[in-house]
C-alpha cells in the first residue's frame, strides 16, 4: 500500500508517521495515536464530534487528510489539561454546569469552545451560541451548555455538590471527568490484540429471492480472513415479539439492507473491496412500501410462514399483518346513535430515527474454549445475550456481553444490530472482529420509530360529554417485527386515553412492509398516539365551541374509575395535574398575540419493566 511520511505536533508531542494518501486526520488520531477523545458521529462534517485544533482553528477532522497537516500543530480533548490532577476551565464548566450527559459531543463541544473563547474571550450569548452551531447534542437542549461556555468567558463560578448526601441539591456525574477528558470508551472506542474489522453485505432489492450468493473472489482476496453468508451458520429465529428473523437472510431479503453476507479483514479498506467483490444473484419480487397496502388481500407477501413463527402472546395474524389488537368497552353503535356531535380525523405520522451522534459498535472476542464476550453500544446487555444465544443458537452460558458507554440511546440500541456479525466472523477467523456503522448503515439498517395511520371518530353530547370513540390504528413495522406488536398494543391502550369514554372500540394492527424494521424510540407510541388522539381533543372542543381545558376537565378520569382497558386508578389526581399545568402557563390569562399560539396534551404511561437475573456468588471472608 501506498504511503507518505508526514510530521504531527500532537498535544505538544511530535510523531513521525506513514499514513495512506487518503487517510483523515480523524483516522490518524484515533487508530495511529490510539487518542480515541475525538469521535467520528458522521463522517461528513455534519455533527462536530471530531472536532480538534489544527494550528488555532477548529476543524472537523474527518474532512481533512492527514497528510494535509504535515507540519501542523493539533490540540485534541485529551491535550486540553494534560495534567491529571487538574482540568481546564471549560472542562470544569461544562461539569459544573450539568453540560455533560452521554458525553459523545463533549469533546468536540470543548474544542470547538475552546478555539472560539481563543479568539473573542468575552462574546455575547448570541455569539457563543453561533460558534457552537457547528456542533450537534442529541441529549441536551443545548442550554446548560451554553451556560457553561458562557461562564467561562465572564469568569462567573456554578459548583454542583460532590459531597456523600446528593439529596435536595444537583450533583456531578459519576463518569463526568471522563467525558470531558475524552477517556470514556465508547463501543468504538474498544480494541484488543489481533483485532480486525468486520462489515456487513446488504441487499440492493427490497423484495427478491436469493438464487446464489458467490463469496470466492472475496475470499481470495489479500488480507481477508472470513466470509460469512446464511449457509455457514446454524441460524435461529429470533425477534422481540415474534421470532420471525434470521441474521442472514437465506431464501429471500425482504428490505433494502436486508445482510446476506460478512467479512473480516485486517482493514477497513480491504473490507469494503472484499464486499464489493461478492456476487449476489437475485430474483426481484414485487414489493410493497405502504402498511394501508400491505394489509390488503392482493399485497405481496412479505412472510409465507408467518403462522409458524413462535409468538410471545395470542394475537391474530393474516397476510402481512403480524399483530391485531382490541380494545372494547359498552355499545359503540348506542354511543354514536346517542351522541349529539360526531367527528372523524385522520392522522399520520412517519418514520423517526434516534439519531444518536454515537452509531451502533460491537466487537466480538472468543477464548480457546470457545465463550464468547461482546463488547456492544447495547442498552440492554441481558436481553442481548438472550438475542445471541437464540439467533445464533449458541448456549446462553457461553455468552458474556459487555455494554460500553454508550453515546445516545433513546430506544434504538436495545435489539441485534451489529452484534451477531461480530460473533460469527470471530467465530469464523478466530480473532476479535469489531464493526463499527457508518451514518448511512445507521439510515439503512436499525431500528427507527414506527410510522404511523391513525383514523379516530368521537361522540360527544353538547356540553362536552364524551360517549363514544373508534380508533383505528395501523403501524408499519417493516420487514420485520421487531416489537411492532408490543409497540401497537401499548398503542391501543394509550389510545383509550386519560378519559371518561362509557363506549370505546380501538383496533391496532402491526404489518409488515418492505422496508427497514422499526423500533423503540423514547416511549414506544406515545408520541404517535396522543398526537393523534390529543389533535382530536382539541377538535372536538373547536366543533362545540369549548374551552379545550375545560373539555378535558370535563372527561378526564379521576381516582377510583377504571381506564379503557380495566386499569383501576389507585392513587391518580388527573384533574389537579392539568389544573396546575394550566395555572403555571397562565392558560386563561394568554391574550391573542399573532403568531403565538397555546396547547394542552393529556398522556399517561406505564410503568413496570422487564425481570431479569444474575448471580452473585461470595466468599467465606465477604469478598464477591
Known amino acids: 500500500m501506498e504511503t507518505c511520511t508526514i510530521s504531527l505536533k500532537v498535544n505538544g508531542r511530535t510523531y513521525k508517521l506513514q499514513v495512506p494518501p487518503g487517510e483523515t486526520l480523524l483516522r490518524t488520531l484515533r ?31 474527518c474532512l481533512v487528510l492527514a497528510p494535509d497537516c504535515d507540519g501542523a500543530e493539533i490540540l485534541t480533548v485529551e491535550g486540553l489539561a494534560p495534567d491529571e490532577e487538574e482540568l481546564h476551565p471549560l472542562q470544569e464548566s461544562f ?62 463560578s456554578f459548583h454542583l455538590s460532590q459531597g456523600e448526601s446528593n439529596i435536595g441539591h444537583s450533583f456531578v456525574r459519576r463518569d463526568a ?28 432489492y427490497a423484495h427478491a429471492r436469493i438464487k446464489h450468493i458467490d463469496t470466492s473472489a472475496a475470499q481470495n482476496l489479500e488480507g481477508v480472513l472470513a466470509v460469512v453468508t446464511g449457509q455457514d451458520v446454524q441460524q435461529g429465529y429470533f425477534g422481540v415479539d415474534i421470532k420471525d428473523r434470521l441474521v442472514f437472510a437465506t431464501d429471500k431479503v425482504r428490505y433494502r439492507g436486508d445482510a446476506v453476507a460478512a467479512v473480516a479483514a485486517v482493514t477497513g479498506e480491504i473490507v469494503k473491496k472484499a464486499l464489493r467483490l461478492i456476487k449476489v444473484d437475485y430474483e426481484p419480487l414485487p414489493a410493497v412500501f405502504d402498511a394501508v397496502e400491505a394489509s390488503e388481500p392482493r399485497a405481496p407477501i412479505i412472510h409465507e410462514n408467518l403462522q409458524d413463527y413462535e409468538i410471545s402472546f395470542d394475537t391474530q395474524r393474516k397476510g402481512n399483518v403480524c399483530t391485531i389488537a382490541n380494545v372494547k368497552l359498552g355499545d359503540l353503535d348506542k354511543g354514536f346513535a346517542d351522541s349529539d356531535v360526531v367527528l372523524e380525523d385522520t392522522f399520520s405520522t412517519q418514520i423517526q430515527h434516534q439519531a444518536s451522534i454515537e452509531g451502533h459498535a460491537a466487537l466480538a472476542e ?10 456492544s453500544t447495547t442498552q440492554k446487555p441481558f436481553a442481548m445475550r438472550r438475542y445471541l444465544s437464540q439467533s445464533l443458537r449458541i448456549p446462553i452460558s457461553s455468552i458474556r456481553v459487555e455494554a460500553t458507554k454508550i453515546g445516545g440511546g433513546f430506544g434504538g440500541k436495545l435489539e441485534l444490530i451489529a452484534e451477531p456479525y461480530a460473533v460469527v466472523l470471530a467465530r469464523k477467523c478466530r480473532r476479535p472482529v469489531k464493526i463499527v456503522y457508518t451514518r448511512d448503515e445507521e439510515f439503512l439498517a436499525t431500528t427507527p420509530r414506527h410510522k404511523t395511520l391513525f383514523w379516530v371518530k368521537s361522540g360527544i353530547k353538547k356540553d362536552g360529554t364524551l360517549l363514544a370513540r373508534h380508533v383505528k390504528l395501523v403501524y408499519d413495522t417493516g420487514a420485520y417485527s421487531g416489537n411492532g406488536p408490543t409497540t401497537v398494543t401499548l398503542s391501543c ?60 376537565l370535563k372527561n378526564l378520569l379521576e381516582k377510583g374509575e377504571k381506564t379503557g382497558v380495566g386499569q383501576t386508578l389507585v392513587d391518580v389526581d388527573y384533574k389537579k395535574v392539568v389544573n396546575a399545568a394550566a395555572d403555571d402557563i397562565g392558560w386563561r390569562n394568554i391574550k391573542k398575540q399573532e403568531n403565538v399560539g397555546k396547547g394542552m396534551a393529556c398522556i399517561f404511561w406505564l410503568s413496570g419493566g422487564w425481570a431479569t437475573s444474575a448471580t452473585v456468588k461470595v466468599n467465606e471472608d465477604g469478598t464477591v
Not at 458525553?103 to 460558534?131: H, Q, V, Y
Not at 472468543?366 to 463488547?375: E, P, S, T
Not at 383496533?507 to 424510540?521: A, F, H, I, P, Q
Open 177 to 204: 471527568i471522563e467525558h470531558v477528558r475524552g477517556i470514556s470508551k465508547f463501543g468504538a472506542d474498544i480494541s484488543r490484540p489481533g483485532m480486525v474489522f468486520g462489515k456487513i453485505l446488504r441487499s440492493d
Open 31 to 61: 487508530d495511529r495515536l490510539g487518542l480515541t477523545g475525538t469521535k467520528e458521529g458522521c463522517g461528513s462534517g455534519e455533527c462536530g464530534a471530531c472536532m480538534v485544533i489544527l494550528d488555532g482553528k477548529a476543524i472537523n477532522s
Open 493 to 552: 391502550q394509550l389510545a383509550a386515553g386519560v378519559y371518561r369514554i362509557p363506549n370505546l372500540f380501538i383496533e391496532g394492527y402491526c404489518v409488515y412492509t418492505n422496508k427497514m424494521n422499526c423500533g423503540s424510540m423514547r416511549g414506544p407510541s406515545g408520541p404517535q398516539t396522543t398526537f393523534a388522539i390529543e389533535s382530536h381533543t382539541d377538535n372536538l372542543a373547536r366543533k362545540i365551541g369549548m374551552d379545550p381545558l375545560d373539555f378535558r
Open 95 to 156: 461539569i459544573n454546569h450539568g453540560a455533560v450527559q452521554c458525553g459523545f459531543c463533549t469533546p468536540g463541544m470543548l474544542m470547538s469552545a475552546k478555539s472560539f473563547l481563543d479568539k473573542n474571550p468575552r462574546p455575547s450569548r448570541e455569539e457563543i451560541k453561533t460558534a457552537l452551531s457547528g456542533n450537534l447534542c442529541r441529549c441536551s437542549g443545548y442550554k446548560k451548555i451554553v451556560d457553561a461556555v458562557e461562564a467561562v468567558s465572564t469568569n462567573s
Open 366 to 375: 472468543v477464548d480457546a474454549r470457545g465463550r464468547i464476550k461482546v463488547w
